[in-house]
Structures are given as structure tokens and as C-alpha cells.
């Protein structure tokens, strides 16, 4: 009997900087499996789970149609699939997430159980959360000490590897267990998804590195191709972060700094989500618990104009609006959107970050969540309560010409120049409405209601 182990994929669908490959590369045989989880795949929307299906196929294609994929919940299909194929050991990037972690510790009892092992070998991350940590051993709360103790720390070098470091085992000779489905048919979604899949991640990579040394100008500008649109090879892991720093390792330009900073934030959120799970769902911040936030038909009204891009204020409908046309939105517009959720609706946080989880197909749990609470003001290292985005003037600033209003907004293309963001001096055209609010009233509101957050703490 040949000696087998089991490399199980979850947000590492690559071939490439795979330790797991080197883990198991001792074992006459490795199965590649990947599980579709029920409770991962009900609450993902459908850009998501079509990217996610997409980059199976690819990877599959890439360990020559290799790919074990069954469908249930892991601590049942996992332990059953090793019994199966009589692999000692599966071999797993560890999981920091709340659902991610308790699920593996189920898997890894079941597995003990049977006599077998699972096996954590690296993470999604360059630093796995909890390892940085300050000098007394406590976790970070805020950004800025937590980026110096991360560079400091440092990360390995990728992991040189391939579909040829491991010998795959042809997935037909398992001996029973779990019935092997076929990767899903893309899910019906009315929006233009990124090619899936780690052969576009490294493209996309390469691409963005033509213009990296500009990023630091171009990265606020909606209207410019100046980001990276990284966002969904890092969630599924088609690209490790180690691989990006490494590449900007030889990079001296302030604007590569600058990248690898967003990557830090990336780690951070991660890091802070690994210390309060709670924070998913709830204020990380929970004196913000006293927030007064509007309910009732009105604000449910509020928020569905807010969801179709019909607020009356054209950088946050454009914003909306790419959201359904592309399941991503521009991070500068992100935050615009959100502060007139929060902070000129009244809306709670978690309404917005809900919907962007649905829609988006970059939706990860701890960067939105965490990235919501930072404009709310109620998360670690938050945007102060009393900053309020204004939407006319983040408009005028980040998209001076208005060529990315006029993109997703049709309505106002009639409109030239930055005047687009004040359509109501020029007349408003037929079919876009009026402001919903007035802003400069709503954002005195929303400081009166922040006032009882801090009158509370006192």
C-alpha cells in the first residue's frame, strides 16, 4: 500500500508558493481535494461563487483533472475521504476566520479519532494572525504600530513550487467515501466578473507592476486605472501575499511602499478579526452600541435608494451602481458610499457591509466588516466619528473631470466636466433624482448622534 496524504485547498487555489506541496511531497501519493461547504457556499452571492467555481476548473486543469471535489460539511466529508483513499495526514493552510477555525478543530478531532493527522502548514497571510504581537505579548489595536511590528517581523520567501512537486493520485481509485460532484455551473450574475483563477492572478500581477511606482497618484482616482484589482486572487489565494512582497522587495519607490501598505491593512483586519470574532457582526468599539441609528419604513426606504444608486448625490450612485455592473467598487468610493450610509442616512453599518458581502466578488469577511467599522468610527484605529465624507466634494476631488460618474451613471452624461457632480446647479436631467438628503444638515445630525457615544463613555 502506497503512503498517502491529502492536500486540502481552501483559499489557496494555486500551484505555485504552496508549502502544503512541500509538506507533502514525502508521500508516494497526494489527493487533491476541495470540499464545498454548505455553510460557506449559502451566504456567498453569486459573483463570488462563479469566480470561486472558476478558479476550481482552472486549478483542477492545472493537477492534470485531479481534483477531488465533494460536497459537505468538512468534519463529516474530510476524515471520510482520508479513510478512504488511507492517507495518514491532510494537509491544510490553517484558517484564522471564526467559521474557519472551529471547523478545522472538528476536522482535526475526527481525524484523531481515526488515528489520522491534519497538518497546518502556512495561511492566506505573509504573517498569520496572532504571530505579531507588542512587547508585553498583547495584540496590536491600532494600524500604524502594528504595520512597523509586521515589517519587522518579515515573512518567508514563496515556496518554489508546482503541480509536479507532488505525485497527484487519480481520485477514481478511492475506495468509497464521499460521492465526487462535479465544480458547479457558474451562477447566473448580471455583472462583468474578472477571469478566475491563478494564471489571471499572476497576469494581473504582472500588469499592475508596468505601473506600480505610480500607484501612491493614481490609487484615490476612481476614474483612472490605477489600482491593482488584486482583491479577488487574494481572497481565494490564486496569488499569495508573499509572492507580491516579494516582488516589491525590489521595488524602492514610495508608491511600492505604498502598496505594501494596503497589503499590511489587509493583515491587520485579518489579525484584529483572529482577536474578537464578535466583531463580524457586532462594533469592535461596543460603547458604539449606544448609537442611535434610523429603522422603519423610511429608513428601509433610504436604503434600498442607496442600494440602486438613486441617493440623488452622483459619486455615491456611480459608486453603487459599479458595485451590480462589476461585483467591486474602487476602495476611494467604497468609503464615500459608506459614510453616506452611516453618517447622512443614519444606517447601521452592518446593512451596508451585508449588502457589499453579497454582491461583491471580492468579499472578505474580515477586511469589509473591519473596513465598514473604520468609516462608522466604531472599529480599531477608526476614522474619527466627526470626520463625514462630504459626496460632492469627494467627487469634485477624486474624479475632477466626472469621467467616472458619467461611466455608470447615464442618466448625467449629458453633463460636462466636474459640474456632473452638481447636476441640480445645471438641471437636473429626466429620470435622476434629487438629493435624498441635505447633507450639510444630515452630517450635523449624525455629530449630534456621535455626541451620545462620547457623552456615554464619560
Not at 491600532?142 to 505525485?167: C, E, I, M, N, Q
Not at 507580491?244 to 508608491?255: H, K, M, P
Not at 447615464?410 to 436631467?429: C, D, F, S, T, Y
Amino acid at each position: 500500500m502506497p503512503d498517502r496524504s491529502i492536500v486540502w485547498f481552501r483559499r489557496d487555489l494555486r500551484v505555485a508558493d504552496q508549502p502544503t506541496f512541500l509538506a507533502a511531497a514525502d508521500s508516494d501519493e497526494v489527493l487533491a481535494l476541495f470540499v464545498l461547504d454548505p455553510a460557506l457556499i449559502a451566504p456567498s452571492g453569486g459573483a463570488r461563487l462563479t469566480f470561486l467555481y472558476g478558479c476550481l476548473r482552472e486549478l483542477s486543469a492545472a493537477l492534470g483533472d485531479r481534483l477531488l471535489v465533494v460536497e459537505g460539511d468538512p468534519v463529516d466529508v474530510v476524515p471520510r475521504v482520508a479513510e478512504a483513499v488511507s492517507a495518514s495526514v491532510v494537509h491544510v493552510a490553517a484558517d484564522f476566520g471564526p467559521y474557519g477555525a472551529k471547523r478545522d478543530e472538528g476536522v482535526e478531532k475526527a481525524l484523531a479519532d481515526a488515528g489520522r493527522e491534519l497538518h497546518r502548514i502556512g495561511s492566506p497571510y505573509a504573517v498569520a494572525p496572532g504571530r505579531v504581537v507588542k512587547s508585553d505579548g498583547d495584540p496590536f489595536k491600532v494600524f500604524s504600530p502594528f504595520r512597523r511590528a509586521w515589517a519587522d517581523h518579515g515573512w518567508r520567501d514563496p515556496a518554489d513550487t508546482s503541480a509536479a512537486t507532488v505525485t497527484w493520485m487519480d481520485p477514481s481509485d478511492k475506495d468509497g467515501g464521499p460521492r465526487a460532484v462535479r465544480v458547479p455551473d457558474d451562477v447566473a450574475v448580471d455583472a462583468e466578473l474578472p477571469e478566475p483563477g491563478e494564471r489571471a492572478a499572476r497576469a494581473a500581477w504582472r500588469d499592475f507592476l508596468d505601473i506600480v511606482d505610480e500607484y501612491g497618484d493614481t490609487r484615490d482616482r476612481p476614474d483612472r486605472p490605477g489600482t491593482s484589482r488584486m482583491s479577488q486572487y487574494l481572497k481565494y489565494g490564486c496569488i499569495h501575499p508573499r509572492t507580491i512582497l516579494a516582488d516589491l522587495a525590489q521595488r524602492r519607490s514610495e508608491s511600492a511602499n505604498t502598496y505594501r501598505t494596503e497589503i499590511a491593512w489587509r493583515e491587520f483586519y485579518a489579525d484584529i478579526l483572529f482577536q474578537r470574532p464578535d466583531s463580524a457582526r457586532r462594533n469592535y468599539d461596543r460603547s458604539f452600541d449606544a448609537l442611535p441609528v434610523a429603522t422603519g419604513k423610511e429608513a428601509d426606504a433610504a436604503f434600498e435608494a442607496w442600494k440602486e444608486g438613486r441617493t440623488g448625490f452622483p459619486i455615491v450612485d456611480a459608486g453603487m451602481r459599479q458595485l451590480r455592473a462589476e461585483a467591486w467598487m474602487h476602495n476611494r468610493v467604497r468609503m464615500i458610499v459608506a459614510s453616506f450610509l452611516v453618517k447622512d442616512l443614519h444606517l447601521p453599518w452592518w446593512w451596508g457591509a451585508r449588502h457589499f458581502m453579497q454582491l461583491l466578488v471580492d468579499g472578505d469577511l474580515a477586511s469589509n466588516q473591519h473596513g465598514w467599522q473604520w468609516t462608522a468610527g466604531s472599529g480599531t484605529d477608526a476614522s474619527p466619528y466627526f470626520r463625514v465624507f462630504n459626496p460632492i466634494t469627494q467627487g469634485e476631488r477624486f474624479d475632477p473631470n466626472g469621467d467616472y460618474v458619467r461611466k455608470y451613471v447615464p442618466e448625467l452624461r449629458g453633463i460636462e466636466g466636474k459640474a456632473v457632480h452638481q447636476p441640480w446647479k445645471v438641471g437636473v436631467p429626466e429620470g435622476y433624482p434629487e438629493p435624498m438628503v441635505d447633507h450639510k444638515a444630515e452630517r450635523q445630525e449624525a455629530l449630534d448622534r456621535y455626541e451620545q457615544v462620547k457623552n456615554a463613555r464619560r
